[in-house]
Nanobody, 124 residues
Framework: QVQLVESGGGLVQAGGSLRLSCAASGRTFSGYAKGWFRQAPGKEREFVATVSGSGSNTYYADSVKGRFIISRDNTKNTVSLQMNSLKPEDTAIYYC?????????????????WGQGTQVTVSS
């Protein structure tokens, strides 16, 4: 059974930092692109960041560019999201996802595997 499990969410004050991690089990995702998405109450799921299968290419939503960093460790089958300078509008459930291709995508529909999500709350 394939599983993606996120961790690292929580409550933080505006301007603070959090680091999310996503561990994969059940199969190896070392060659697959991975992404982070988020969904706030009453809103659609939106793209945050993605990294290619090799880790050499990363892309970010404009809203998080310069504040968030996505990285992966293929030896450990993990992907992380370092979130700095957090703002109240970053409050959402954050999901990691894996795509059955090496190339990245910002479209949720192009990802095949999803975690259960982790809550991030940024207070003002």
């Amino acid at each position: 059974q394939v599983q993606l499990v996120e961790s690292g969410g929580g409550l933080v004050q505006a301007g603070g930092s959090l680091r999310l991690s996503c561990a994969a089990s059940g199969r190896t995702f070392s060659g697959y692109a991975k992404g982070w998405f988020r969904q706030a109450p009453g809103k659609e799921r939106e793209f945050v960041a993605t990294v290619s299968g090799s880790g050499s290419n990363t892309y970010y939503a404009d809203s998080v560019k310069g504040r968030f960093i996505i990285s992966r460790d293929n030896t450990k089958n993990t992907v992380s999201l370092q979130m700095n300078s957090l703002k109240p509008e970053d409050t959402a459930i954050y999901y990691c996802a894996a795509r059955s291709r090496a190339t990245s995508s910002s479209r949720p529909s192009e990802y095949d595997y999803w975690g259960q999500g982790t809550q991030v709350t940024v207070s003002s």
